[in-house]
């Protein structure tokens, strides 16, 4: 059963999310719907998909101290490279 439900949101992001919306052939309301249900879905895919070995790869610590600055390292690197 539809039921009718009242948003208050800023006029920008109505804007956008209509022009969203109307470039996936959908009304928004049904845009809004689809997106609570799979926020509030028990089977939700986000807890279901298992996080491949190469993605936890990615976030593994890799022993850089946390005041590491990247940024002077790598100007430090092109700095060498380019004399």
């Known amino acids: 059963m539809d039921t009718k439900l009242t948003l208050k949101l800023d006029?920008?992001?109505i804007e956008r999310a209509k022009q969203y919306?109307?470039?996936k052939k959908l009304s928004l309301s049904r845009l809004i719907e689809n997106y609570l249900n799979s926020l509030t879905?028990?089977?939700s895919a986000?807890?279901?998909l298992p996080?491949?070995?190469f993605v936890k790869s990615l976030?593994?610590?890799?022993g850089l101290p946390n005041d590491f600055d990247y940024r002077k390292e790598?100007?430090?690197y092109l700095e060498q490279k380019y004399r």
């Open 74 to 76: 790598r100007g430090d």
């Open 41 to 43: 879905s028990e089977n």
């Open 51 to 53: 996080i491949s070995p």
């Open 11 to 13: 006029q920008e992001i």
């Open 59 to 62: 976030s593994s610590p890799t």
């Open 21 to 23: 919306a109307s470039n």
């Open 46 to 48: 986000v807890n279901e």
